[in-house]
């Protein structure tokens, strides 16, 4: 799960990680009220899920009250273009109004699963201010790593290391390792699978800000901290993948034209690739789980559907404990509640798969049945307009 900047450092003022006074605001007169208490010049900061924002026009300084309004007035309500939301952009619907500080240096500090050691690994950069992915591409050395044992988080000397190996100067060493510190116990404490400060800034009298924050949690954790869920911006998230999540299915959508219907991850990974591999391309990630009954079937076709740009769909299913007969009456039941218009193509092999093939060939639709994942790629390619 994602949540706004202002509300990663709601939580990072928690655990006494140095943050800027501010203020959500939802309307322009909240914005107007917000710059008068905080005073001087802000920041206005748009709120939407993805970074790339100050390049894209989400993030203005306003010397007065006045202008802050004026700001507030073009930006609220705009669709906001980043390299990270597409072409298709987001609303901005809430804005940050943040107090501005004497910047003198702008720093990293960020930490992430390592899935290659099994650990979470922090690390530090004195390229603050630009995409870790792009420093990590041109200039790798300039990012310090320091790998995290499970129930030991982040130890003093490690943060001391990266603290002066990006030139944090002696006044300010102190201040940067508890903010190292707190940063790793604020990650581990709250489940997050990412935390980032980018920048982490150094002012010129020598203190330490998370300037901009993020922070992901991991969904499988959310059960611990029901607090998170009054985070969860429904309107940052794609309509079909919300809707997906009220049944237990795992939809991811994507910007093709062959809809996926798969048991099990793994599986649906290869069935992505393979349409790739085909000619052709995907349109979603989704994944019904081993255990789906008829019901979850039939709402995960509802959802394909739902999706425009869908020409063609593919379903690849290994009957275990949802078994193929189970399968195949999900299918003719969406087919008859549905009234679906586009070809379907259906692979599956397992537990009962020659009665969930009579099914199918009892059911007066046209399913195409295939016999492997190489034939239904081809096949589902071919009814879908053919290789892009």
Do not use: W
Request: net charge negative; aromatic share 6%; charged share 25%.
């Amino acid at each position: 799960m994602k949540i706004h900047e202002y509300q990663a450092k709601s939580i990072l003022a928690k655990y006494n990680v140095p943050v800027p006074r501010g203020e959500v605001a939802f309307t322009v007169a909240e914005a107007e009220a917000a710059a008068k208490k905080i005073g001087g010049s802000v920041v206005v900061k748009a709120q939407i899920h993805a970074g790339g924002r100050g390049k894209g026009g989400g993030v203005k300084i306003a010397k007065t009250a006045e202008e802050a309004v004026a700001i507030a007035e073009k930006m609220l309500g705009m669709t906001l273009v980043t390299h990270q939301t597409g072409p298709e952009g987001r609303l901005v619907q809430r804005l940050l109004i943040e107090e501005t500080l004497p910047i003198d240096r702008e720093l990293y500090l960020g930490l992430v699963l390592d899935r290659a050691v099994g650990k979470m690994v922090f690390m530090a950069s004195a390229a603050g201010g630009m995409e870790i992915e792009e420093v990590a591409a041109k200039t790798p050395e300039l990012i310090l790593k320091e790998q995290m044992d499970p129930g030991l988080g982040l130890l003093p000397f490690q943060a001391r290391k990266m603290a002066f190996g990006i030139g944090i100067p002696a006044p300010a060493v102190n201040g940067a390792v508890a903010a190292m510190l707190a940063l790793s116990k604020a990650c581990s404490e709250m489940d997050a699978s990412l935390a980032e400060i980018n920048p982490f800034i150094l002012t010129k009298d020598n203190r330490v800000y998370a300037l901009d924050a993020k922070i992901n949690f991991d969904d499988n954790a959310l059960f611990r901290h029901k607090e998170l869920i009054e985070f969860r911006d429904l309107n940052e998230e794609d309509p079909l993948e919300v809707e997906a999540s009220k049944f237990g299915l795992n939809y991811i959508k994507l910007d093709g034209n062959i809809a996926c219907m798969v048991n099990g991850a793994g599986l649906a990974m290869a069935t992505m690739d393979i349409i790739k591999y085909a000619g052709g391309s995907p349109a979603n990630f989704l994944d019904v789980g081993g255990g789906a009954n008829a019901d979850q079937v039939k709402n995960a076709f509802r959802i394909l559907l739902s999706d425009a740009n869908v020409k063609a769909v593919l379903i690849n299913i290994f009957g275990g404990i949802l078994r193929c007969d189970t399968l195949s009456n999900g299918v003719v039941a969406a087919a008859r509640d549905l009234g679906i218009a586009v070809p379907v193509v259906i692979r599956m092999e397992g537990t009962n798969v020659e009665a969930g093939r009579e099914i199918l060939e009892n059911s007066g639709f046209n399913f195409t049945v295939a016999e492997g994942m190489k034939d239904a790629a081809e096949k589902v390619v071919a009814l879908a307009g053919g290789r892009q």
